[in-house]
């Protein structure tokens, strides 16, 4: 079956501007998590969902970052105000319950000039 | 805090070699030890979830053991091939985040 999906692939943007990340988890797959890894190192949390609802987002590093899941299902990521430091790859996950493994999507790379 | 530390931060190895990566946790209250392979620009691959009642997880030529006592995991990789060659990420699940290592940068050279 379709894997994680996310778009775009590629974002690049200037410093100052807003931009949407987008993942589409696997069906059926209630839990739903965003990552965030800069070059050399693994990936850190930034946000986790069960459902609709933001069960843990104590990994978005100030308040330009926020996600939503308005139905469970697809979500976006979104960073205001972007700074040169947030140029990273996105990666998002899904896993059906939320204690087993995540699945992860190919990522989007942020590139803020 | 959690921490996850791997070694090597890379490894370069003839085809053919078994090999033996490393991760260490700090913290017992463990859920789950997962590790990933990331091919360059790509996402992650899951190989091998430990939960934490288990010791080992095996596929194909891969091994993951898992000591709680001493908050280590390892990942043997047997007859090594140059598709082996990859970054190896190693994950602690206390609760439902991951905690990920920088990974082992690995080569395997045919």
């Known amino acids: 079956g379709a894997g994680v999906s996310q778009t775009p692939s590629n974002k690049v943007t200037e410093k100052g501007k807003y931009v949407e990340l987008r993942c589409d988890p696997i069906?059926?797959?209630?839990?739903l998590y965003w990552y965030r890894q800069s070059l050399g190192q693994g990936p850190e949390f930034l946000i986790y969902f069960q459902g609709t609802g933001a069960a843990d987002d104590s990994g978005l590093p100030n308040d330009r970052f926020f996600a939503v899941r308005p139905e469970g299902s697809v979500s976006t990521l979104k960073i205001q105000r972007t700074e040169r430091g947030d140029s990273a790859v996105y990666l998002c996950?899904?896993?059906?319950?939320?204690?087993?493994?995540?699945?992860f999507g190919p990522g989007t790379r942020l590139t803020v000039l | 805090k959690q921490e996850v530390t791997q070694i090597p931060a890379a490894l370069s190895v003839p085809e053919g070699e078994n090999l033996v990566l490393n991760c260490s946790f700090t913290d017992s209250a463990i859920y789950n030890l997962q590790w990933f392979r990331q091919d360059p620009g790509k996402g992650l691959t899951s190989l091998l979830l430990?939960?934490?009642?288990?010791r080992e997880q095996t596929s194909g030529r891969l091994n993951a053991s898992l000591d709680k006592s001493s908050g280590r995991s390892t990942l043997y990789i047997a007859a090594s091939q140059p598709g082996d060659s990859a970054t190896y990420l190693c994950?602690?699940?206390?609760?439902?985040?991951?905690?990920f290592g920088q990974g082992t940068r690995l080569t395997i050279n045919p």
């Open positions: 430990i939960q934490s009642s288990q």
């Open positions: 996950a899904s896993s059906p319950t939320g204690i087993d493994t995540q699945y």
């Open positions: 994950a602690f699940q206390g609760a439902q985040k991951l905690v």
């Open positions: 069906s059926g797959h209630t839990a």
